[in-house]
């Protein structure tokens, strides 16, 4: 089964300190890929050079729009072909529950310190653990564990490991509501994260002993 893009939506901010520009873009091109993922990521550049074309004419004599944020509001898809085992919950019912971004190789997925409030998921390439790096977390794998609880902070930097990594992030208290098996499904994986960083410390502390 494939799919097209039917729209979404991408908010754009400049990451200049003191620069105000923030816009919203809609796209709708004719967008086709295997998953829902290879259609975010293409339209993610389309609104990427939109937002860098409508800062430039605006503040392009102060600063360049490099490196912009994009950030994916809301986006449907119209599934192409047959459909083979669970159909994929439609983006509309997860409403702001999720998210994606898309980030190059050693791009900062998120940071330890920051207030956690989404647990996050790989959708497509690698991410890493920047102290551990043999923490490898592949397509479908979930980390961020801290943001199942309240006011918790993140416990470790987290970087893709290849470019056009893909993060899906998940409001836990919305997907619950709107999706109770993915939530659940999601809350297991993050939990299972937890008992790989254990094993991992548990084999760093017996490694210091020896």
């Known amino acids: 089964m494939a799919f097209k893009l039917k729209e979404a939506v991408f908010r754009v901010r400049c990451r200049e300190p003191g ?26 550049k389309l609104a990427k050079d939109l937002g860098i074309t409508r800062h430039d004419a605006i503040h392009g004599r102060r600063h360049p729009m490099i490196d912009p944020d994009v950030h994916l509001i809301r986006s449907s898809y119209e599934a192409i072909g047959g459909v083979r085992g669970k159909a994929p919950v439609a983006p509309s019912r997860l409403g702001e529950s999720i998210n994606t971004r898309r980030y190059d190789k050693g791009d900062r997925i998120i940071a330890k310190g920051e207030r956690a409030t989404t647990v996050c998921e790989v959708v497509r390439g690698l991410a890493r653990n920047a102290r551990r790096p043999s923490l490898v977390y592949r397509p479908d794998a979930t980390f961020g564990a801290a943001g199942l609880f309240e006011n918790k902070r993140r ?17 836990m208290r919305e997907l619950w509501t709107a999706d109770r098996e993915k939530a659940k499904e999601l809350s297991n994986e993050a939990m299972e994260d937890i008992f790989r960083v254990l094993a991992w410390l548990e084999d760093r502390c017996d490694a210091l002993e020896r």
């Open 155 to 171: 416990m470790a930097d987290i970087v893709a490991a290849e470019d056009g990594t893909i993060i899906a992030f998940y409001d």
């Open 19 to 44: 620069c105000p520009f923030v816009s919203d873009f809609l796209v709708k091109e004719n967008l086709q890929g295997a998953t829902e993922a290879d259609v975010n990521s293409e339209a993610w």
